[in-house]
């Protein structure tokens, strides 16, 4: 589900779609900078459209009249080699996007008429120059969309490159927004603590058969389609939800997909859409079963640490026995923070990038 929906030629509003910009949207906009902002979903859940819908917003909110002024930036990342990105191509399309002036040439039908040497594409000399360019063009924002092929890689001293190279993009005074799939958060993102301790994830997540808010509201989206498609009979999707929600696990996007496909299978054979075309352009169970497998992992790796308890004390009893007692004994100082509460709590700091 990219821009509209292929069934209704529109965006399909649902309960998931407005709590990402209810928060998410606001949080880019008002966040302050030095950290890295996560959109993360599953596939096909509209993570894009809310991206598409940042952008602009951000655009209009960090205007800035000085001379060369880039204040957002906003790239799409792709793969270059065998699945994955790569740090040097990163460098040069942020280059780009920035109208570097060495840079921007690099790839265009004008590459011939503006002669670089290959020597200045080496990586340390593209994050240097990247370096330069964000402070030059007083960048405030990057937005990087499917940033879950960032990870995309089993070599950890390449995962590690590729985030070292976008590293300069979140800094003391501009912020870093990403969206992606769930893979970047179970593929690499936690094994930096520097990079990861920068990180607000929001977790646009999906529609789940274990919770009844999320069946009723699957079933208003199911009742949406339904306006939109010859069916037979018209509640055949409202019969078929729990099956539904399932073959699609709880996505919206990948259910306009299912539908779309119903749809010009049942135009081909000249009728409506019935059980059985339903149920013949379901996708295939590998297909299901590889998503909700990374929907698994995605809501594994988020987990927030609340969920956890405490470690349990690593002392004997006879020991916490007589630390008790000791706590009895008249003169024992308080704990600490109780001591004197009312004392001043901490001072102001001066924060680097580095910290």
């Known amino acids: 589900m990219n821009r509209i929906s292929r069934v209704t030629n529109g965006v399909i509003k649902h309960p998931l779609l407005e709590r990402a910009r209810d928060i998410f949207v606001p949080l880019c906009r008002d966040a302050t900078d030095g950290i890295v902002l996560l959109l993360l979903g599953p596939t096909q859940c509209a993570k894009s459209i809310i991206f598409q819908e940042v ?20 790239l799409q990342i792709e793969t270059v080699s065998e699945g994955r990105t790569k740090p040097k191509w990163i460098g040069i399309e942020l280059l780009k996007a920035l109208n ?131 069916l037979e009979p018209k509640t055949l999707l409202l019969n078929e939800a729990t099956n539904l929600l399932h073959w699609n696990n709880g996505t919206v996007g990948l259910l306009d997909k299912h539908l779309w496909f119903c749809s010009i299978q049942a135009k081909a054979r000249h009728q409506r859409i019935d059980k059985m075309i339903l149920r013949a352009c379901a996708p295939p169970e590998k297909e299901r079963r590889a998503i ?30 007589r630390l008790d007692a000791k706590k009895d004994e008249p003169g024992q100082r308080s704990p600490p923070f109780q001591r004197r509460p009312n004392r001043n709590a901490a001072i102001e700091v001066a924060l680097h990038d580095d910290d």
């Open 100 to 230: 570097h002036p060495i840079y921007k040439y690099i790839g265009s039908f004008e590459e011939n008429e503006h002669y670089f040497p290959s020597k200045g594409r080496d990586e340390s000399t593209l994050r240097i120059a990247l370096k330069e360019a964000l402070t030059y063009r007083f960048v405030r924002r990057t937005c990087l969309d499917e940033a879950h092929l960032l990870t995309r890689t089993k070599d950890p001293e390449l995962r590690a490159a590729i985030l070292e190279s976008i590293k300069s993009t979140c800094a003391i005074d501009r912020s870093l927004i990403a969206c992606g799939g769930y893979e970047m958060a179970y593929k690499g993102l936690f094994d930096s603590a520097h990079f990861c301790g920068r990180v607000i994830s929001f977790d646009f997540g999906h529609y789940s058969s274990s919770s009844p808010h999320d069946i009723e509201s699957w079933a208003r989206i199911l009742k949406t389609y339904s306006g939109k498609l010859d």
């Open 292 to 321: 909700a497998e990374d929907i698994r992992k995605g809501k594994e790796a988020l987990q927030p640490s609340s969920n956890f308890a405490m470690p349990s004390a690593t002392q004997p009893s006879q020991e916490v026995g």
């Open 55 to 74: 952008v602009p917003i951000l655009k209009n909110s960090f205007q800035d009249n000085r001379p060369g002024a880039i204040p957002i930036v906003d």
